[in-house]
């Protein structure tokens, strides 16, 4: 720790997943001087697992009590378990709270270098002008300050370096990309997704995803053994751990600082500028400081926010950077609670407990309020779904002995899609400092206000009734559909408590993520983000991340931060 004192470094970086591998890398490359400080333990290839039986793990990967004891939020979601458990926070040790009537899981909490990169589903999509300037189309919320021809450049670069699986397209609100070849769809998908176009002029394509079907930069290509979540030895998905980071460090110009939680962001008050941040070692309990010209926050929207928020002076007293107030407000998330699933004929398709496992499906594009089509009548704005097919032995066969034997092989194939909508921006969604409670750093915690409005209980709706329409336009047979409310919610694409906007009265951050308030002063992930499009958010997290790194490495040339 002495070490890290003495050596003096151009930028901080906190946090080392989607957004923070990215502004490491790039800084690095171009010779700057990066600390990056992680909450988590470095990651290793040794522990990756996906290879590895479930009668090797100690409790067969069948006892999830013994995980819902430390990390009863996190085990919600099923990437969470006895492979992958210790990747993620202890709940009870880095709690946040919430009102009793707005139930909130903040999943996905993961403490590993590398971020929710090491379990995310990888699902790579385009955000378009549409959603940059919804506001202006349908007078709900605000644009972004920014338009699709400024973010372009930077998709294409990321989308060659991450390796994203895909196929063209033509749709003009999901932009195509830089794809590898796309992973071919199951003979059940193909029926379906030409059902589906045909009757009903819809869109489903193979998905487009971080895994490579192709050899890239000494990453292997995907040999489908399905359980990406517990990482992969031949680094053919996407991961910051093995990619960015790892590039980053290569270039001998980044250090990573494993196993710190940045407790605040330190300023200057003279110069109103930041001077570094006050962090806590996880493993010592001390309390540190490290210094550069340049703060970057990169920890997960709430997380950076949570930092902003303790880091209040008697200057910025109701959070750092937050003169226009909003610092906290508009979080939003996406619903994911609408859907459905119905059987195919298995057209060949055997059910097999050893076989290749495709580890990404079909997306259906988007296709309520699209430009130039009439306003839809039930809500705003849209969704998408992620879905599927799976061919499974029949387990609910009746009989026993040798009948039942044929009867279980007998296949049953289904598709299952989930549809994934827009949340809008609301000021009565919003994170705060709870003023009771502390993690065991001694850190104030998060209190998340979240509820569904009017608007994202109709999309709910629509997303399983138009699941259902598909189904049986497709001639699925036993068709279920589904449509929750989507509380307590399921939150693994959290936005926009910072948001980026053109007037600092409305706004945290300016289109390069840099705040208003203070120059040396930027929030990179998903924090800045004005609205949440349907589509999921890391391809844009990523490319913003570039983009902002490059305006701030103009700006330090120019002696302007
Ligand atoms: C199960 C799952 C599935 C997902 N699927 C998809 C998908 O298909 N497509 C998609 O686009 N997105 C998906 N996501 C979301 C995606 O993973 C995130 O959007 C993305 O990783 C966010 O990047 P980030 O840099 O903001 O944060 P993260 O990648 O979460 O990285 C933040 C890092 O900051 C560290 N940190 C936090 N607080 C501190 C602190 N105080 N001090 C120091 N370090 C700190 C954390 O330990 C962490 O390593 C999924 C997420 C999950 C959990
Ligand atoms: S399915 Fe492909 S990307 Fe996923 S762990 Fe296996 S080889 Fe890696």
Redesign the pocket.
Known sequence: MAEQKRQSYDVIV?????????ACKRLAEAGLKVAL????RPQSDKNFTEHKPAFELKYHNKAPEIIRKTRPIQIK????NEYTYNWF?NDLEEPYTTPADKPFNW???????????????????RFCDWDFKSASQDGYGEDWPLSYKDVEPYYDLVEKYVGITGSAEGLEHLPDGQFQPPVPLTCQETLFRNRVKEKLGRTVMPSR??NLTKPLNGRGPCHYCGPC?RGCMTHSYFN?AFTTVADALGTGNCTLISN????KVLMDPERNRARG?L?VDRVTRQSREISARVVIL????Q??V??LLNSATPQYSNGLANSSGVLGHYLTAHVRSGGGSGEFPALGAKASLGAPVKPLGIYIARFRNLRNDPPYKKFLRGFGY?GGSSTKFNWGAPGFGEAYKKALREPRTSIDITGFGEVLPRWDNFVELDPDVKDIYG?PVLKIHMSDGENERAMIQDMGDSAGEMLEAAGAKNIRTYAHPSAPRWA????GIARMGADPKKSVLNQFQQTHDIKNLFV????GFTSNPC????????SL?VRSCDYLMSEMKRNSI
């Open positions: 906190v946090g080392s997943g989607a957004s923070g591998g990215w400080l992680e909450a988590g979601f099923g990437v969470c926070v999943m996905g909490r993961l403490r590993i270098t590398g971020g929710r990169t090491n379990v995310w589903g990888r699902v790579s999509l995803n971080a979540e910051s710190v939680m940045v407790h941040v962090y990169c920890a997960q929207s997380e950076s949570r930092i992620e850190i693994l694409h959290e936005a990179m992930d998903a924090s589509q999921n958010p890391t391809l844009t997290i990523m991340a």
